[in-house]
């Protein structure tokens, strides 16, 4: 993806952040309205919609039809990765990342939805309950270990060995990629909820779910950690 299609949304979220700090509009206030906002930002509705969706789902902002979007938390977020270091900067962003495994991923639970055996099933219900328990112990290395092992399972179950070769030889920065949403301890439960709709996606047969359910818990598991990256469509 080249830098001019990802950057008007970008730009977007980044430019609503920073006229929530130099305004000093706090939780509760409400920003400006989204005809105003896209005209002020000079950027287009359907942008702007976009940029809004992401900070909502960062708990940023809401969204609220007929009142207008409210301020619910302080700009604390960095650009990236929750303001953690992200050590494997020199080979790809954590971007870069989430946003391979939203391709990578999706389509392969698609496929898994079709070629996955009973046994498979079976070891993807036993891991989503193990993570449900580590979580509760809040256990978050234990449950970032256990997120891996979930979706190496399915990209192994897709029957592609070219997509599960990508994911060996990637696996430390996959890893890497699925500790970093448990930064935020109060969402963390959100990546259970999130497996457990992919898991009776597979479970249904149905290809179409499960590759959404997959590409919107990959978006999900990115805003948690404050990154925000553009998809087509």
């Known amino acids: 993806m080249n830098s001019i299609s990802r950057a008007v949304p970008e730009v977007a979220l980044q430019a609503i952040r920073k006229l929530i700090a130099d305004e000093g509009f706090g939780p509760g206030d409400v920003l400006p309205s989204q005809r105003d906002l896209a005209l002020r930002l000079g950027v287009s509705r359907a942008s702007l919609r976009e940029a809004l969706s992401s900070l909502s789902a960062l708990g940023v902002i809401s969204v609220q039809p007929g009142k207008g979007v409210f301020v619910q938390a302080p700009m604390e977020l960095a650009p990236a990765a929750g303001g953690l270091a992200w050590p494997f900067a020199a080979q790809a962003s954590a971007e870069d990342i989430f946003q391979l495994r939203y391709a990578l991923e999706g389509f392969a639970a698609g496929l898994a939805a079709v070629t996955l055996t009973a046994d498979e099933l079976d070891a993807l219900q036993d891991n989503v309950e193990a993570l449900r328990l580590e979580l509760k112990a809040g256990d978050f290395e234990a449950a970032a270990r256990l997120d891996f092992d979930f979706h190496r399972r399915i990209l192994l179950a897709s029957g592609?060995?070219?997509?599960?070769?990508?994911?060996?030889?990637s696996a430390e920065l996959f890893l890497e990629s699925q500790k970093l949403p448990f930064i935020r301890a109060e969402r963390a439960m959100e990546t259970w909820q999130e497996h457990r709709k992919i898991l009776r996606a597979?479970?249904?047969?149905?290809?179409?779910?499960?590759q959404k359910a997959m590409q919107e818990h990959v978006r999900n598991a990115a805003l948690r950690t404050g990154i925000a990256f553009v998809t087509p469509g």
Request: net charge positive; charged share 10%; glycine share 6%.
């Open 160 to 169: 592609n060995q070219a997509m599960a070769s990508i994911l060996s030889a």
């Open 202 to 210: 597979l479970a249904r047969r149905a290809s179409g779910p499960a």
